[in-house]
């Protein structure tokens, strides 16, 4: 089975997972194999709770990104693969672990996968969500707040303190390895449209 690879990247809140929603939605869930590189935070029990909340989760480095490459490779060729689920709240890796069959498109999802050479190399197709600081800044609290149990004041202060400068430093210069850029996420319809007849024209 021939596969594609779509990379999909952008700064935190930007609209990276309702872009992989859609792309999914359109294309067929029994066609997509979605990896998320979020999925790859490395586990660290050895450490305290107030140490691990404390840890740069905005580096490459807080990434086991060669086990994606591993698991990306095998789907490419043909194998199912047991992806490993993160526990936010916690900073841990959860217990559940998620079976991946292989498809004809491989969408991979995340805000540093285009500032890693193994994975831009895995790549057919990269696109970027390009959406303005503010407006993924208050995404991301809302988020963190209703979904991962965090108050106002550390999500502000990891904003400051890591995910701006890392996005500085390491997303947003991405943004030049991307074939395709969408402004403001999945709200943007002509350009999903588009994504979807350049994918359905790939796999066909």
Do not use: C
Not at 38 to 67: A, I, K, M, V
Not at 83 to 104: C, G, K, M, T, W
Request: net charge negative; charged share 25%; no cysteine.
């Amino acid at each position: 089975m021939k596969t594609t690879v779509i990379g999909v990247a952008g700064g935190s809140g930007s609209g990276k997972t309702t872009i992989a929603q859609n792309i999914v939605q359109m294309i067929g869930r029994d066609r997509v194999a979605w990896v998320q590189h979020d999925s790859y935070y490395r586990h660290r029990p050895e450490l305290s709770f107030e140490e691990r909340s404390g840890q740069n989760y905005d580096h490459p480095r807080s990434l086991e990104t060669e086990l994606m490459v591993e698991h990306v490779k095998t789907l490419m060729g043909g194998k199912e693969v047991k992806i490993p689920s993160y526990d936010f709240a916690n900073h841990l890796r959860s217990e559940i672990v998620n079976s991946v069959e292989p498809a004809q498109i491989i969408l991979l999802e995340g805000i540093l996968i285009f500032a890693e050479p193994a994975l831009l190399e895995l790549m057919d197709i990269k696109i970027y969500v390009d959406t303005d600081a503010d407006v993924r800044f208050i995404r991301r609290l809302k988020r963190d707040m209703e979904e991962r149990g965090r108050t106002q004041e550390s999500v502000v202060e990891q904003y400051m303190t890591t995910v701006r400068p890392m996005h500085l430093q390491f997303v947003e210069p991405s943004k030049r390895k991307a074939d395709v850029i969408i402004p403001e996420g999945g709200q943007n319809h002509v350009a999903m449209d588009m994504v979807v007849a350049l994918l359905e024209s790939v796999d066909s």
